[in-house]
């Protein structure tokens, strides 16, 4: 028999135990229920022209597939099975329609190198497969996701499509796709299923913005769907979606007394025609941020006042909950951020974020080093050129030396479809006008020529520019192939299209970091920022006329063959069986015919009067045919005339 | 009847006596909502499917984008999910740059309703609305990668409507200007579903000119189709929108479409009043429809 202490030191173990036990499994439950996490956030800036820029980021986040099972509350079930099916380390998908307008609205900030996509659609892929895999799986992706998201992504699935490249795109080891799709329409049939894959819809939260004519009234609007899946951290989905709009407001055309022009003075419903009443109910973090630029800073410090949502050049509508500076390499602020917590707000007090301008203010974006656009040269069905020039912005290279030796390197990525034949070898390269040696520019060209109907041409090239230089044109040139009849889209005549090439800087970085003053919670819009992001910028869509054969032919064939066998069958028959000449022979032996003439024989033949062979002209054989002749002429004439004059009245 | 009059051929006496003795089958059967008993006996009606097909690219041709969109939101008005529908539009009307009302397409000059609305969901657009496809889509032979949401997932017990519009003739259907379906691939389609169960009764709608000669071939029992014109004539757009500046509605579909907006889900009207409702006159054409094919009497819900 224990003594009764000991009893109840061993009962008081148990019970320790006990709840340790039950405390480890709550925390473990509570770990894996809790792991799928849903934030939105959408980024406000107004813009240098006269135009407002609106970014909308959500991310859902899913924890690896061994804890959670297959069981989701918040992340999308259709993008897991997509991760799990195919074996996605990364992905990303992006439907644009517009031009982004490196001019205006920077190249070296992150939401250009992150969001500026080029035309249409562009899918790439990295999968976790052995190399043999992967084209069958690209295939197999490209339908389902034509399937989920409503476009004609399967047109990347044949090998002409697609291509592998190497390091001018992004470093990997082989298992990586592209394909791009210029020609590609992007409308609301895009965002629906878009839409569809966040937990609150487009019926609460910050999607609830978006208006669909606001966003395709656009000047660019693009739609991002970008996935990072790994064993350890789960699957990440971010899906965003970047919009320039001209805000329509009155104050736009306003004259300021000093006679400058002010910006257009906007808010969110001037933008989406609604106001933000709430947050989504399952998201863990809702927030609305304002933008203001390092342009504008720079102004606002000049004329004295500090950076507050209320100085001398702007105020914001509704006072922020916090502002963000963002702080560069030597300390110095440059850009600022409001921030909108849209937890405190609902329906009765809905969140309206809007700027208004005091006084007149021009202001600049950052751009890359270098404005890259291409073109296309020479004329004529046969042969052309691509050129692709690069414009220096100013942008100064931070380094010390300024000798010979400073130079900025460019990365150029280009995919051209099989039927522009380039021949990689005229490539030349022009510096500042004047003809230079490939070797003294390029430093490194991976080409994989281009296949009749089994490849397009890819093209991977890191050159080196002197830092001096002010403009250099690289010209390459092609032949125009020849498509089969079946091959020829439906507007044939409208010309084919040569996808954007990529150009990136990789000694540029436009990461901008934001101290964050909760170090509980960061923004995943601010830690996008904040990754070391290459300067990159698309080029512009070419659009090459080829020949195209007369479509209307075969019809055209068809009819002449039938015509001329017509003839000839008839003709034919003719000549076997008729005999020229049988019913006048036959006429006069019954000396039925005289000279009377063809018309009155026909008139006396219709009256079914019988001709009566013993009438015989006896006027003078030689006038009368000339009288007569000269009674149809007038005939004719005045017939004519009459129906002339008919027709005319 | 509007009809007894332009109706021609030899069975004329027939369908007349028809004609008139239909009205009285629908004051019979109104009263019973119960639908009758199937022609097979193992197949129920438990699904309905919509298959609309629009086949005409380029901006002069919006009339017939509006006449599919206005369809298909008649046919999620009245139930049918957008998993049940396969919409095939040809070119992208509402995104178009020459469209001055970007994500909004309408079909009336009102501007009253805005077909493309927030949900829409196309299956098959663009390049992708081919004969090839359509013919898969209706067979259901596709290759193993299209995703289920690009299928005809129909069977026997689904009823099934099929819209077609754009330019026709006689006995074809253009597709974008560049190939054509014949009748006798349209008949051969149908037959082949008829034989793999893909469809308990199949109701073919076509705006097009000479529409009627598109389903001339057809043999298969359980069909029923009608068409805006019949052979020889052309079908007429019905106003034009000078804001849009073209054409917004054709006057087979904006009848159609003027009929439907009348009903809600719990209608229980039936296809004999559609039909009659079709006004030669006002149609500048004459809406052929074929019933030879088509056993039971006209008395169903479209939407049911």
């Known amino acids: 028999m224990m003594p009764p202490s000991t009893a109840r030191r061993l009962c008081f173990l148990s019970l320790l135990l006990l709840l340790l036990l039950l405390a480890a499994a709550a925390s473990a439950t509570a770990d894996a229920a809790a792991a799928e996490e849903f934030t939105e956030e959408l980024l406000l800036r107004p813009l240098p022209d006269r135009k407002a820029l609106a970014h909308f980021h959500f991310r859902s986040s899913a924890p690896p597939a061994s804890a959670a099972g297959r069981h989701h509350h918040l992340f999308p079930k259709a993008i897991s099975q997509l991760v799990q099916k195919f074996h996605i380390s990364e992905l990303e998908l992006s439907f644009t329609q517009g031009r982004w307008n490196y001019e205006q609205w920077g190249g070296y900030d992150p939401m250009s190198t992150n969001n500026a996509k080029p035309p249409g659609v562009e899918l790439w892929a990295i999968f976790d497969l052995p190399l043999a895999e992967i084209d069958a799986t690209w295939k ?36 990586l796709r592209y394909g791009a799709l210029p020609r590609e329409a992007v409308c609301t049939e895009n965002l629906t299923p878009w839409l569809k894959l966040l937990p609150c819809r487009d019926k609460a939260g910050i999607a609830s913005l978006l208006y669909r004519p606001s966003v395709y009234k656009g000047y660019y609007h693009s739609q991002k769907l970008k996935l990072k899946s790994s064993q350890s951290l789960g699957i990440i989905l971010d899906q965003t979606l970047t919009v320039v709009l001209q805000p329509n407001t009155v104050s736009g055309k306003q004259l300021h007394s000093t006679g400058g022009q002010l ?65 560069d390499n030597l300390e110095v602020q440059s850009s600022s951020l409001y921030e909108y917590d849209v937890n405190n707000y609902n329906s009765d007090k809905p969140l309206n974020v809007g700027i208004t301008w005091k006084l007149p203010l021009i202001w600049s974006c950052t751009r890359a080093p270098y404005h890259a656009s291409r073109f296309l040269m020479g004329s004529g069905n ?3 050129s691509i050129a692709m020039s690069f414009l220096s912005t100013g942008l100064d290279k931070q380094l010390v030396d300024s000798s010979n030796d400073c130079s900025i390197k460019a990365v150029v990525f280009q995919v051209v479809p099989w039927y522009v034949k380039v021949y990689y070898h005229s490539l030349e390269v022009f510096i500042d006008g004047n003809s230079k040696a490939i070797s003294e520019v390029v430093d490194k060209i991976h080409v994989t020529p281009s296949e009749d109907k089994l490849l397009p041409g890819t093209m991977e090239m890191l050159l080196k520019f002197p830092c001096s230089m002010q403009l250099a044109t690289l010209t390459l040139d092609f032949d125009k192939g020849f498509l089969h009849i079946d091959e020829y889209p439906p507007d044939a005549n409208q010309g084919f299209d040569i996808p954007s090439a990529l150009v990136s800087f990789p000694e540029f970085n436009s990461s901008r970091s ?8 960061v923004s995943p ?49 003719n000549a076997l069986r008729r005999r020229i000449g049988e019913e006048e022979r036959g006429l006069k032996k019954a000396g039925i015919l005289n000279k009377r003439g063809l018309i009155p024989l026909l008139i006396a033949k219709l009256r079914g009067q019988k001709v009566d062979p013993s009438e015989s002209e006896s006027t003078s054989p030689a006038s009368l045919p000339r009288s007569k002749l000269l009674l149809k002429v007038v005939f004719v004439a005045v017939v004519a005339i009459v129906f002339h004059y008919l027709s005319n009245s | 009847m509007a009809f007894a009059r332009w109706v021609p051929g030899p069975s004329r006496p027939v369908l007349f006596f028809l004609l008139k003795t239909l009205p009285l089958l629908v004051l019979l059967t109104f009263s019973s909502a119960a639908p009758p008993a199937a022609s097979s006996p193992a197949a129920v009606h438990n699904n309905n499917w919509a298959v609309l097909v629009c086949t005409s690219r380029f901006w ?18 009245l139930g049918i999910p957008d998993e049940r529908i396969i919409l095939m539009l040809a070119d992208d009307m509402a995104c178009n740059p020459r469209n001055n009302y970007p994500a ?11 077909l493309y609305g927030d949900n829409v969901e196309v299956d098959y657009r663009g390049y992708e609305v081919t004969v090839e496809n359509f013919l898969r889509v209706l067979t259901g032979r596709h ?30 259907l253009k597709f974008q200007d560049n190939e054509e379906l014949q009748s006798h691939d349209l008949a051969d389609a149908v037959k082949q579903m008829k034989e793999k169960h893909r469809f308990k009764e199949l109701l073919i709608m076509v705006d097009t000119c000479q529409a009627a000669t598109l389903f001339s071939q057809l043999q298969s029992p359980g069909v029923l189709a009608i068409g805006s014109s019949m052979k020889g004539e052309n079908s007429y757009s019905h106003h034009l929108d000078s804001d849009i500046g073209v054409s917004v509605v054709d006057r087979f579909t904006f009848h159609t479409l003027a009929f439907f907006e009348k009903l809600n889900m719990y209608s229980n009207a039936s296809l004999n009043s559609l039909f009659n409702s079709y006004d030669p006159s006002m149609l500048l054409s004459t809406a052929y429809y074929r019933m030879d094919l088509y056993k039971r009497a006209l008395n169903e819900v479209m939407a049911r």
Request: glycine letters at 6%; hydrophobic letters at 35%; charged letters at 20%.
């Open chain 2, 104 to 114: 909004q397409v309408f079909n009336n000059e009102n501007h009253q309703l805005n």
């Open chain 1, 263 to 327: 910006q257009p003075s906007w808010s969110m419903e001037h933008l989406f025609s609604k106001k933000l009443s709430g947050k989504c109910l399952v998201s863990k973090s809702s927030r609305v941020f304002v933008e203001i630029e390092k342009g504008i800073v720079d102004n606002v410090d000049k004329a004295g006042s500090d950076v507050s949502s209320n100085n001398d050049l702007f105020v914001l509508s509704t006072a922020p909950d916090r502002s963000l500076k963002e702080l």
């Open chain 1, 514 to 521: 934001y101290p964050e003053a909760d170090p509980l919670f």
């Open chain 1, 525 to 573: 819009l601010l830690e996008n920022f904040k990754e070391d992001g290459v300067v990159k910028s698309y080029t512009e869509v070419l659009l090459v006329p080829l020949t195209t054969p007369d479509f209307s032919m075969p019809y055209n064939v068809i009819t002449f063959t039938c015509t001329v066998l017509a003839l000839y069958f008839g003709s034919l028959l």
């Open chain 2, 60 to 77: 002069f041709n919006y009339r017939h984008m509006a006449n599919t969109l206005s369809l298909y939101r008649t046919v999620k008005r």
């Open chain 1, 382 to 384: 046969e042969r052309g």
């Open chain 1, 140 to 175: 197999n992706l490209t339908h389902t996701l034509s399937g989920l998201f409503c476009a004609s992504i399967n047109f990347l699935e044949s090998s002409t499509a697609f291509s592998a490249p190497r390091w001018g795109f992004k470093l990997n080891e082989g298992n």
């Open chain 2, 143 to 172: 290759e193993s990668a299209v995703p289920r949401s690009k299928r005809l997932l129909s069977d026997e017990g689904s009823h099934i409507l099929l819209y077609m519009t754009g330019h026709g003739g006689d006995e074809f």
